[in-house]
T-cell receptor, first 113, second 110 residues
Framework: DSGVTQTPKHLITATGQRVTLRCSPR?????VYWYQQSLDQGLQFLIQ???????AKGNILERFSAQQFPDLHSELNLSSLELGDSALYFC????????????FGQGTRLTVV | DQQVKQNSPSLSVQEGRISILNCDYT??????FLWYKKYPAEGPTFLIS?????DKNEDGRFTVFLNKSAKHLSLHIVPSQPGDSAVYFC?????????FGTGTRLQVFP
């Protein structure tokens, strides 16, 4: 158990809908990362938050947004969903902004039908 | 633009032999490199890391080598065990990002 909790574990939704994925980081970790892993693809960096503030953006679509709340949990919002958004979405947390290992949650498998 | 590349999608090694997984990067500003292991239906788990000021870090059966001039790092697993069969991701940290490669699937057979 990495200490990072992601909910829900599985999500099936229709095209055009909006979903919210939730991540609770390890206790004491201030940094949260979101990644997308599509079929046979690597981990694509989406966005990073540190202590409530956005720190870095990767290949995140405009239809996607995220935030980190004062209690440090984070949410990833995916809207106007398309079939190609079906993927595993991972959240990771670390103590520092960089230079320390990140611990991953089990992921949320999103299926868009 | 793939800043971290793992050019071998898969590797098959006999139990007891050495497994060598390779990773190349393009951004010289990365200052910390990590290896993660991922089993199916699980999140990646941290394995070993190396700072850019070092060229080698060892932890039990796992050793990571860093060649900064070549922008190349490798993970050596000796001896390889069947339980090492997984997907291995290298990652690079710098400028607030943790960037992953596409992964190498390692299979260790008896």
């Amino acid at each position: 158990d990495s200490g990072v909790t992601q909910t829900p574990k599985h999500l099936i939704t229709a095209t055009g809908q909006r979903v919210t994925l939730r991540c609770s980081p390890r206790s004491g970790d201030l940094s949260v990362y979101w990644y997308q892993q599509s079929l046979d693809q690597g981990l694509q960096f989406l966005i990073q938050y540190y202590n409530g503030e956005e720190r870095a953006k990767g290949n995140i679509l405009e239809r996607f947004s995220a935030q980190q709340f004062p209690d440090l949990h984070s949410e990833l919002n995916l809207s106007s969903l398309e079939l190609g958004d079906s993927a595993l979405y991972f959240c990771a947390s670390s103590v520092e902004v960089e230079g320390s290992e990140a611990f991953f949650g089990q992921g949320t498998r999103l299926t868009v039908v | 633009d793939q800043q971290v590349k793992q050019n071998s999608p898969s590797l098959s090694v006999q139990e007891g032999r050495i497994s060598i997984l390779n990773c190349d990067y393009t951004n010289s500003m990365f200052d910390y490199f990590l290896w993660y292991k991922k089993y199916p239906a699980e999140g990646p788990t941290f394995l070993i890391s190396i700072s850019s000021i070092k060229d080698k870090n060892e932890d039990g059966r796992f050793t990571v080598f860093l060649n900064k001039s070549a922008k190349h790092l490798s993970l050596h697993i000796v001896p390889s065990q069947p339980g090492d069969s997984a997907v291995y991701f290298c990652a690079a940290s710098g400028t607030d990002k943790l960037i992953f490669g596409t992964g190498t699937r390692l299979q260790v057979f008896p």
